[in-house]
C-alpha cells in the first residue's frame, strides 16, 4: 500500500482510509474488527470514526458506539500502535450529541476526553470538526446556501478560542493534529491564517465529501489544497454506493443497503444522477475495469493532496474497494472521464 504524508508535517498513512460510520448500525462490533483486521492485513492503517457514529441513523442512544467498537478492537488486539486514528468532534444542531450544541473550548475538551474513553487510548492523532459553527454548503446545503448573515468577526473570535483550546490539548498530549470537515475554502483560509498568526496549530487535513459525482472541491478548495499543502480526506468516494451500480431508478434498493434507511441518500437521488452514473458505468466497461475500482482510483490520482475514505458493511465490499490501490487509471480513461462530468455536472 502506497503511503502518503497528511499535510506538511502530520503522520504518514495508508493512502486509503477505513471509514467506520456503519459499525453500530449496520454492521456488529465482530463485523467491524473483522474489518479492521482485513484492512490492517492489506497496508491500511488510518482508521476515521466520530463521536456522533454510527450512523443510519444517528440516535442518542447510539452515540459514540463506533468509537467504542475501535476501543473493544484496541483492547482485544493489542495493536494500537499499528493504526493512525482520526475522530471528529460534532457541530451546531445535531441533537443527538450535546444537545446540539456548537463547538466551543468546553465541547472540545468534554469531546476529546469522551472519544479517548472511549476508543480507549490517550492519544488521538487527528482531530477534526466535523462542520463549521456558522454553517455549512455541505450535504446538499449548496442549492440554498445563504451566507449574508455571517459576521466575519463573530466568527473569527469564536475560531481563535477553538483553535486556542485545540493547541492546548495538543500540548497536553491528547491529540496530535486538528483538522476540519465539511469546510469550505474561506473558512479554511482563515484556520491557516489564524495558526500563523500563531494562535494556534496548523491544520493538516479537510474531510469533505468528493466522488465522480460530487466535485465541489475541484477548484478553490483543490488550489488551497496545492499551495497551503492541506489533505483532502475524501469521504463518500462511491457517492453512498450510487457509483457501485447497486442502485437503479425502477428497482427497490437491496435489502440492507443505505438507501432502505435513506430513499434519496441524503439528496443524492435525482433524475440526473441516473445517467451520470451510466456514463461512468460505461467508461469502466469500456476499459475493463470494475466501476468501484475506477472511482477510487480516480480519486487517488486526482493533482492535490487527496486520499480517499472507504466505506464497507462487509468484507467482501471492502476487498473489491481495496483493488484500487494499485490501479492507476490510464489516460485514455481519464480524458473519457473528463468528457463525461462535463456533460453530466453536478447532477445532485
Avoid at 491529540?175 to 491557516?192: C, K, P, R, T, V
Wanted: charged share 20%.
Amino acid at each position: 500500500m502506497r503511503r502518503v504524508r497528511l499535510g506538511q508535517n502530520g503522520p504518514d498513512v495508508s493512502a486509503i482510509c477505513l471509514g467506520s460510520m456503519t459499525w453500530g448500525t449496520q454492521n456488529s462490533e465482530a463485523e467491524g474488527h473483522a474489518q479492521i483486521d482485513r484492512a490492517l492485513a492489506c497496508g491500511i492503517d488510518f482508521i476515521d470514526t466520530a463521536e456522533m457514529y454510527p450512523v443510519n441513523p444517528v440516535r442518542a442512544e447510539t452515540v459514540g458506539r463506533t468509537e467504542e467498537i475501535i476501543g473493544s478492537w484496541i483492547a482485544q488486539s493489542g495493536r494500537r500502535r499499528d493504526v493512525v486514528l482520526a475522530t471528529k468532534l460534532t457541530g451546531v444542531g445535531s441533537s443527538a450529541v450535546r444537545a446540539g450544541a456548537p463547538i466551543s473550548p468546553a465541547a472540545i475538551r468534554a469531546g476529546v476526553e469522551a472519544s479517548l474513553r472511549r476508543l480507549r487510548t490517550d492519544h488521538i492523532e487527528l482531530y477534526q470538526f466535523h462542520w463549521p459553527n456558522r454553517g455549512s454548503y455541505a450535504f446538499r446545503q449548496h442549492w440554498s446556501f445563504d451566507p449574508s448573515g455571517q459576521n466575519r468577526e463573530r466568527n473569527l473570535a469564536d475560531m481563535r478560542a477553538c483553535l486556542a483550546e485545540v493547541s492546548k490539548m495538543q500540548a497536553e498530549g491528547k491529540i496530535g493534529h486538528f483538522g476540519l470537515s465539511n469546510e469550505s475554502a474561506w473558512g479554511m483560509a482563515q484556520w491557516l491564517m489564524l495558526a500563523e498568526a500563531g494562535v494556534g496549530t496548523r491544520a493538516i487535513a479537510i474531510q469533505n465529501e468528493y466522488s465522480l459525482l460530487c466535485r465541489a472541491y475541484d477548484t478553490d478548495l483543490a488550489e488551497l489544497g496545492v499551495n497551503e499543502a492541506v489533505t483532502l480526506l475524501a469521504y463518500s468516494p462511491l457517492a453512498a454506493g450510487l457509483l457501485t451500480g447497486k442502485y437503479a431508478p425502477d428497482a427497490p434498493p437491496p435489502p440492507g443497503s443505505r438507501a432502505t434507511l435513506h430513499p434519496h441518500l441524503s439528496g443524492r437521488i435525482t433524475p440526473r444522477v441516473w445517467g451520470a452514473i451510466d456514463a461512468y458505468h460505461a467508461i469502466a466497461r469500456d476499459a475493463g475495469l470494475d466501476p468501484v475500482q475506477m472511482a477510487i482510483a480516480w480519486v487517488m490520482q486526482r493533482p492535490f493532496p487527496v486520499l480517499p475514505i472507504i466505506g464497507a458493511t462487509s468484507v467482501a465490499q471492502l476487498d473489491l474497494a481495496l483493488g484500487a490501490a494499485d490501479l492507476v487509471l490510464p489516460a485514455e480513461v481519464l480524458a473519457a472521464i473528463g468528457k463525461a462530468h462535463k456533460a453530466h455536472p453536478m447532477p445532485f
